[in-house]
């Protein structure tokens, strides 16, 4: 019986493991990747939309993929940022020894990983999937995938599955905000921000308390005149904050008003060069149109547990859409279940149980008062949803040490000290207790 074949879309974390792990049970791989290398997100890339920093349309010529900025270090310790067999702890790639490193060394763990287990091999590079749509009788029996390849012609390849890894820290999403329209200021997302340059002496407003957000705003603090951050989190932290004499934390931007200023929810408002949107990004798979699978208010759905879509499952996959989890095993995981499902080692609810599931999360997540945007959020449930991944594929489960880790990590971000990273080791006395509520984990 000829090897059943397998495309994945996209060179990242994602489909470096998922392809590991697709080669590991026998199966024929190859991963389509438009850019020029392997590493994804990982691939710092200098270039930022500087035309429209806001990058509204996706799908301009030249787009740029990569959202990192120039001084990145990751927000997990490496001991959370590994793979099963090929951990990034205790070992050092790009000679960047910190505990959260800096992105050459991600992107360094991610080559060794990919070149170890011989996955270079099945990587075609500048090959970007135009179109991917199922044939056979059944629904998604198999795939026909349209790409571009190096020499640039359009060509169709036939597929037996389809495993989706494009990434979704691309597309910006931009909060509305009464009044912009007639603003004069500049706005910029962070997909575009790659050095604090730019804003010597600017009195900038970002938005957004994310880990991205926090470091830009502090980044920022060191050149520009005043930074005001805005954010719904901000509650029991408004006003200046001591740790550094130009920064201000604000409620989430109300409006701006007739005279130009920025005003935010608590009342107070600010005059501002700029406003920095550090505000996430929408998950976008421009290749995808198929009946009954939709991208709304951020829920690609129906999803059974974020990676099968019922209705074309086993054959068409996702991973890597969760957030606000331990990514790297995350993916690795759901790596695992897609392989042991596409090589027959484990089984699939059926299609109505599957969507039965996902109705039953959706319902959940309404009586909790979650947003639909948030459906693929898995904080604060690491715990439940990674040892319900573990258990699909015989894995061990989530040691306690790692969700400790987790956690002090978030209440490093959080404390707005910018020398965290380098003292988060050693914090082992911080007291977590009102984060970890936060964090829903008490
Ligand atoms: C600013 C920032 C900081 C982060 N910090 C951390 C951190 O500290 N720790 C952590 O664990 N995670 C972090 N992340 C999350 C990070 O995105 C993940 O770690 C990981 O890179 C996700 O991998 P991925 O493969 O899903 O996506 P990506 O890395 O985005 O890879 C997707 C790949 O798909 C390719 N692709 C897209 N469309 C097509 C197409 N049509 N055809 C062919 N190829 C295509 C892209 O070129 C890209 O190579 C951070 C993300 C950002 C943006």
């Known amino acids: 019986m000829p090897r059943r074949t397998v495309a994945v879309i996209g060179a990242g974390a994602a489909g470096l493991v998922a392809a590991r792990e697709l080669l590991r049970v026998g199966l024929h791989v190859a991963v389509l990747e438009k850019s020029g290398r392997t590493g994804g997100t990982w691939a710092y890339d200098p270039r930022a939309d500087d035309a429209d920093p806001l990058s509204r349309d996706p799908a301009a010529a030249g787009a740029v993929h990569g959202s990192l900025y120039a001084s990145l270090r990751t927000n997990l310790p490496r001991q959370l940022m590994g793979f099963s067999d090929f951990p990034m702890a205790g070992r050092v790639f790009a000679g960047d020894a910190r505990a959260f490193p800096g992105h050459r060394e991600v992107l360094a763990f991610l080559d060794a990983f990919a070149d170890e287990h011989g996955v270079l091999a099945h990587v075609r590079l500048r090959t970007e999937v135009l179109r991917v749509h199922p044939l056979g009788e059944e629904q998604g029996e198999r795939w026909a995938v349209a790409f571009r390849g190096e020499d640039g012609e359009v060509a169709e390849e036939v597929f037996d599955a389809v495993v989706v890894c494009n990434g979704h820290w691309t597309v910006p999403f931009v909060p509305k905000i009464q009044g912009i ?3 004069s200021g500049k706005q910029m997302h962070s997909h575009n921000y790659r050095t604090p340059e730019p804003f010597q002496n600017q009195n900038v ?7 991205s957000g926090i470091d830009i705003a502090l980044e920022i603090s060191h050149v520009a005149k005043e930074v005001h951050i805005a954010s719904r989190y901000s509650e029991d932290r408004l006003g200046k904050f001591n740790l550094y004499q130009n920064f201000w934390i604000h409620k989430e931007i109300e409006c701006i008003q007739d005279d130009g200023k920025v005003r935010f929810a608590e009342g107070s408002a600010v005059p501002a ?17 198929l009946d009954g699978l939709t991208v709304d208010d951020n829920r690609v759905g129906p999803l059974y547990k974020n990676v099968f879509p019922p209705k074309y499952a086993p054959n068409l996959s996702f991973v890597g859409l969760t957030t606000k989890t ?8 759901e790596s695992k ?3 042991a499902v596409l090589s027959g080692k484990a089984t699939l609810p059926s299609q109505e149980d599957m969507m039965a599931s996902v109705l039953e999360h959706y319902r959940r997540m309404e009586e909790a008062g979650r947003p639909k945007r ?7 449930d690491w715990e439940e949803h990674m040892n319900w991944l573990a258990d699909q594929v015989g894995e061990p489960h989530l040691e306690a040490r790692s969700l400790e880790l987790l956690v002090k990590a978030l209440c490093g971000t959080w404390s707005l000290d910018e020398g965290y990273r380098d003292h988060c080791e050693q914090d082992d006395d911080r007291d977590t207790t009102a984060l970890k509520g936060l964090f829903g984990l008490v």
Request: hydrophobic share 50%; net charge negative.
């Open 374 to 380: 948030h459906t693929h959020v898995i904080m604060p």
């Open 273 to 289: 060069d700029v406003i920095l949107y550090c505000t996430g990004y929408h998950y976008y798979f421009p290749f995808i149109d």
């Open 181 to 183: 329209g007639n603003w």
């Open 337 to 339: 279940w897609v392989a």
């Open 326 to 333: 331990i990514i790297f095993p995350s993916l690795e995981l």
């Open 205 to 211: 407003v970002t938005v957004g308390m994310g880990a």
